[in-house]
């Protein structure tokens, strides 16, 4: 019971998280037909613009701060990078978001140095929200939640409901009509990739404290983010967020058990001694949203929602 | 006339160049996460070897030679720390610093040992400050490897004599990282353990992947869940910060046994849950009573590396004992250095430590210490910092552990 309860509760806040950082990641996708490479750099921005905004103010202004700057940084790189390299093929973009990760990562060795920050959860969040089976849940766990849910309503919103959002979808599957409509379609183009960059900023602003912000971040969180893409279907929102919340729930539930291969497949004939028999679930765990990638690549290419085939 | 006057110029600066040279630098190497989740651990410990190094240097140096020691990032991989291993040799140097993972020494002494057999008169020396395979001076002893820091065992061994005295730990749960090193520490636990403690119940063992965990919460959720009244492991560095980070979050209060509680960043995100909770077994502890010099050394890192604190201890005293042998063989050759080392006593600022010659595993008291608010060092810049525990103190004798070492010698 206490495996089933704390497997939920963590399994949901990370996938929530995962969904923040994919949800810009599925957008842009849709919207440019480029993987973006370098969006989980926009993920590590987050989280270093957070960390010396809060250095100087406070957090709070940070929350809102932070985001927008990465927002920016994204809407310049659309405009004065993606933009011309776009005329060349979507390989040319592929390599230059490839490139563009390299690039911030080196960047902010150089601004931040090759070590960790000491980027922290805020004081008046840093309590204990409630206690259940003797350990407790941090607020700040409850707090990042409450943004990813509020984001993922908020972005609903804007998309389904508003005229701008209207706008958008139909940038998206009829740029040329929307162009002569009188919409200024790269401008929509622009914006979008800002939001997407400013969202992959947003998560990196609630995860770089609870985890660790340095340097690898991007890299450690880059395959992450392209397995719930594609388990979701690229392109599709919701599809993204089940995966993120599959995927969050996966990994926690895994190390939650303690059966080995053994006690699993012990039917047919598998012990302790062996090697395999002696292999545990747990241990497994980093290995599982790889393994769903694969089978989900292989049985359901188009992934759990979306519409298109890789 | 001026092509003439610069071949003169040119051949005066190489002859120069050559001279300095030979002017007497000892090359050392320190191969070691310098970037990277693990970068911290290596950062603290190459500092405190620069500035050792830069000690000796101002003391008239070794000999009268200059040591010069440069930093080499191997992220924590074994096939990129060969690399660099190439690349310091090729820079000339002759003595090799790694500490960071049993995986990479293991690589190291296995490449050194091949290096000096093809290469003789270019021979290379590894010490190893800080990765504590008990295998490396026990069956995979070699002559070119040297250990200054407590092996898992001896470590172990403190640790369990620690809990064999507290009857009301009944039971205790061990995590380490899924690797030889991890291997070893929960082996070593578990042995000891039904030793000493035959009515203890292990509730638990885990193995998490090295230096990959980001949020270790479900598996302390899992430690809370076992009802264990201790926790041993062997993490280190970002991996013990991010435990004790999911401990802290949890706010329970087990106690935790480690090698390398000191690890940056563990005690601040502990915070005063750390106080009587967190406990580390180390070679010597700045609160430590001391003499002056010491505390000018700890006060003097504080100040040159104030995101670090003074912990590497054993990295001054591998320095030293490095300047104590080749004083004595009066030579800063390796071999004449190595054999010099076998056997070789210094007084340090906490005891006496000897390079037992069987198997080159240095031998010296050993410190159990917990964190405190009441201390005149405080760590990660916060109040607190380590205080020795009572009965902390486990003599040289008590340390010791047997080997099966059997070393072969070059002549």
Excluded at chain 1, 25 to 47: Q, R
Excluded at chain 1, 247 to 273: H, P, R, W, Y
């Amino acid at each position: 019971m206490e495996t089933i309860v704390f497997g939920l509760l963590n399994g949901v806040s990370y996938g929530l998280l995962l969904f923040m950082l994919s949800s810009g990641l599925t957008l842009i996708f849709s919207m440019m037909g480029v993987l973006n490479f370098a969006h989980a750099s926009f993920y590590m921005l987050g989280a270093y613009f957070a960390f010396t905004i809060t250095g100087s103010t406070s957090f709070w202004i940070a929350l809102f701060i932070a985001p927008v700057l990465v927002g920016l940084v994204g809407a310049v790189v659309e405009r004065y990078g993606l933009r011309k390299v776009h005329a060349n093929g979507h390989v040319a973009e592929l390599l230059f978001t490839f490139g563009l990760a390299y690039l911030i990562e080196e960047v902010v060795k150089i601004i931040y140095g090759k070590t960790a920050v000491d980027y922290r959860v805020p004081d008046l969040l840093n309590f204990a929200a409630f206690e259940i089976y003797g350990a407790t849940f941090p607020a700040y766990r409850i707090f990042v939640i409450f943004i990813a849910i509020a984001m993922l309503v908020g972005l609903w919103f804007l998309l389904k409901r508003t005229r701008a959002g209207l706008i958008i979808q139909a940038a998206l599957t009829h740029p040329h009509m929307v162009g002569h409509l009188g919409h200024n379609v790269p401008f929509i183009f622009m914006t979008v990739f800002g939001i997407g960059c400013a969202l992959a900023g947003l998560a990196g602003l609630m995860a770089g404290n609870i985890f660790v912000t340095d340097p690898a971040m991007a890299v450690q969180m880059g395959p992450i983010v392209f397995v719930v893409v594609v388990v979701g279907g690229i392109g599709s929102l919701e599809g993204a967020f089940l995966a993120s919340i599959l995927i969050g729930l996966l990994q926690n539930f895994a190390v939650g058990i303690n059966a080995s291969f053994a006690d699993l497949f012990g039917f047919i004939g598998l012990t302790e001694m062996s090697e395999v028999g002696s292999i545990t679930v747990s241990s497994l765990a980093p290995v599982l949203p790889f393994l769903l990638l694969v089978l989900m690549l292989i049985f359901r290419p188009q992934g759990l929602m979306g519409e298109q085939e890789l | 006339m001026t092509f003439r006057k610069t071949a003169i110029l040119a051949a005066a600066t190489s002859v120069l160049a050559m001279g300095a040279a030979n002017a007497d630098t000892i090359k050392m190497a320190f191969i070691d996460p310098l970037s990277g989740p693990m970068g911290p651990s290596g950062e603290a410990a190459y500092t405190s070897f620069q500035l050792a190094a830069e000690h000796i240097n101002e003391a008239g140096g070794v000999n009268g030679d200059m040591i010069e020691v440069t930093g080499y990032d191997n992220k924590v991989n074994p096939k990129e720390s060969l690399v660099q291993l190439q690349k310091a040799i090729d820079d000339g140097a002759r003595y090799i610093f790694q500490g960071n993972g049993s995986s990479v020494a293991a690589a190291l002494i296995d490449a050194i040992d091949k290096h000096n057999s093809r290469n003789p008169g270019e021979e290379v020396v590894f010490f190893n400050y800080a990765a504590v395979t008990p295998a490396f001076t026990n069956e995979l002893c070699s002559f070119w490897h040297f250990r200054f820091d407590a092996h898992a065992d001896m470590k172990m061994a403190a640790i369990t004599d620690w809990i064999a005295e507290h009857d009301e730990i009944k039971s205790v749960y061990l995590i380490g990282q899924d690797y030889v090193f991890g291997e070893a520490v929960v082996a070593a636990a578990e042995s000891m353990l039904t030793e000493k403690r035959p009515d203890i119940e292990i509730v638990g063992n885990e193995l998490h992947p090295l230096a990959k965990v980001k949020d270790f919460t479900p598996y302390i959720q899992k430690i809370i869940s076992s009802g264990a009244d201790a926790v041993i492991t062997g993490n280190w560095g970002a991996d013990m910060q991010l435990l004790m980070k999911a401990a802290a979050e949890s706010g329970s209060d087990i106690p935790y046994l480690t090698f390398y509680g000191g690890s940056k960043g563990a005690v601040s995100s502990l915070g005063e849950g750390a106080i009587d909770r967190l406990y580390q077994v180390t070679e010597g502890i700045t609160n430590l009573d001391a003499s002056d010099e010491q505390y000018a050394l700890i006060e003097e890192y504080k100040e040159r590396f104030p995101d670090y604190d003074y912990y590497y201890h054993r990295a001054f005293n591998a320095m030293n004992m490095f300047v104590a042998a080749a004083e004595a063989a009066g030579s800063a050759d390796p071999i004449p250095v190595a054999k010099a080392l076998e056997g070789l006593s210094i007084e340090h600022a906490y005891g006496t430590a000897t390079m037992r010659a069987e198997d080159h595993q240095i031998q010296q008291p050993l410190f159990i210490s917990t964190v405190s608010n009441d201390v005149k060092y405080g760590v990660d810049n916060i109040e607190l910092g380590w205080t020795l525990v009572d009965a902390g103190t486990i003599p040289l004798e008590a340390a010791e552990q047997p080997t099966t070492c059997e070393m072969e010698r070059p002549e």
